[in-house]
């Protein structure tokens, strides 16, 4: 089991940049395959971006690519999204979520099992 807690959210303009953590507490972080999602009021969660166990591969949503990078730190027990030229439309609840399953099957909310409560991004117009 792990627990997770996100920092890092906050007010920003937009062009601006946000560095958010995910601290896992627990034995087993780096068993576990990790991701970013968020979720904007009146519309569903979604992944932004998830980041395999040895940290290897990456993928992200379309609409941030090139814009945000998610890393992690096994030793830490801590992931990142570092997010660059923030525009409205990423305002949102962030959350990280952990999952069992293997890096190409967990693409949804359902597949991952543990979450954090969530950190609040507003990009400011």
């Known amino acids: 089991q792990v627990q997770l807690v996100e920092s890092g959210g906050g007010l920003v303009q937009a062009g601006g940049s946000l560095r958010l953590s995910c601290a896992a507490s627990?034995?087993?972080?780096?068993?576990?395959?990790m991701g970013w999602f968020r979720q904007a009021p009146g519309k569903e969660r979604e992944l932004v971006a998830r980041i395999s166990i040895g940290g290897g591969s990456t993928s992200y949503a379309d609409s941030v690519k090139g814009r945000f990078t998610i890393s992690r730190d096994n030793a830490k027990k801590t992931m990142y999204l570092q997010m660059n030229s923030l525009k409205p439309e990423d305002t949102a609840v962030y959350y990280c979520?952990?999952?069992?399953?293997?890096?190409?099957?967990?693409?949804?909310?359902?597949?991952?099992?543990?979450w954090g409560q969530g950190t609040q991004v507003t990009v400011s117009s």
């Open positions: 627990g034995r087993t972080f780096s068993s576990y395959v």
């Open positions: 979520a952990a999952a069992q399953g293997p890096y190409y099957a967990v693409g949804t909310p359902d597949d991952y099992n543990y």
